[in-house]
């Protein structure tokens, strides 16, 4: 395997790939794998699902780099392929609870700024349920902007919505958050 260095951006190592060094897309899947598979498990509690989305998210992202743009956010693309695959997942099976460990419930809190206080276990399954109840199309920015901690610019990329209306998604889904956790 060429030597890669830490240093070199993702798009960087694509252009590499796509020039031939294949298995430098080790590399890209080293970087991704856990924030893939925490992102992906939002969506569902198997683990077993989570895998073979991860790894429908790296095949068809391997199959793709020649569709994508090296100028843009390869976080951004991939993320978009991790939605869609976990969307379709979702879709052909009853979405399953909400996983949210104390770690991220920290993370979250500190962003989130809701005025709840609660303790971080309590937080963990409070916010965990609450999520479950926000609507899909609120949920998504929030969890991209607060537990991913994902850009606005990214979070637009990821679900092809325009960067003002990201803005808005958050604002409202962080309200609507704040209304059932107080419930």
């Given at each position: 395997m060429p030597?890669?260095?830490?240093?070199?951006?993702?798009e960087a190592i694509l252009v590499?790939?796509?020039?031939?060094e294949s298995e430098l897309y080790g590399e890209i899947i080293r970087r991704y794998q856990a924030k893939l598979t925490r992102y992906i498990r939002r969506f569902t509690t198997s683990e077993t699902a989570n895998e073979d989305i991860l790894q429908d998210v790296f095949i068809k992202a391997y199959r793709n780099l020649f569709d994508f743009d090296a100028n843009r956010s390869f976080s951004s693309w991939i993320?978009?392929?991790a939605h869609n695959e976990a969307i379709n997942h979702c879709k052909k099976f009853k979405r399953e609870a909400l996983i949210l460990d104390e770690g991220e419930w920290e993370i979250a809190d500190d962003r989130l700024e809701l005025g709840i206080s609660i303790d971080k276990k309590e937080g963990a399954l409070r916010i965990r349920r609450a999520l479950q109840k926000l609507k899909e199309k609120y949920r998504e920015p929030v969890v991209l902007y607060f537990f991913e901690e994902k850009s606005y610019?990214?979070?637009s990329d990821i679900l092809?919505?325009?960067v003002s209306t990201v803005g808005t998604l958050?604002?409202?889904g962080k309200t609507k958050l704040k209304?059932?956790?107080?419930e």
């Open positions: 030597e890669t260095s830490n240093n070199q951006s993702d590499l790939v796509r020039n031939g993320y978009r392929i610019e990214e979070i092809h919505v325009p958050i604002a409202r209304i059932i956790m107080q």
